[in-house]
């Protein structure tokens, strides 16, 4: 179970980092400004749940 949590979390926090490139590129577009702050926004707190799911969750194999 805990390696599922980890795929899923890392797959979160490159999702997020990706999204909030796209939200970058949106704020330069006058049309798409508000729309591209929210995604940012939201984007960070992706990232931010993804990467503490992966940290919380992650374990050196080999080391007790």
């Excluded at 995604?39 to 931010?48: A, D, H, K, P, Q």
């Amino acid at each position: 179970m805990k390696d599922t949590l980890v795929t899923i979390g890392i797959l979160l926090a490159i999702i997020s980092a990706i999204a909030i490139l796209v939200g970058f590129i949106m704020i330069f577009f006058e049309s798409r400004r508000k729309l591209g702050l929210k995604v940012i926004l939201f984007s960070i707190i992706g990232f931010i749940i993804g990467f503490g799911t992966c940290f919380a969750n992650f374990s050196l194999r080999g080391m007790h």
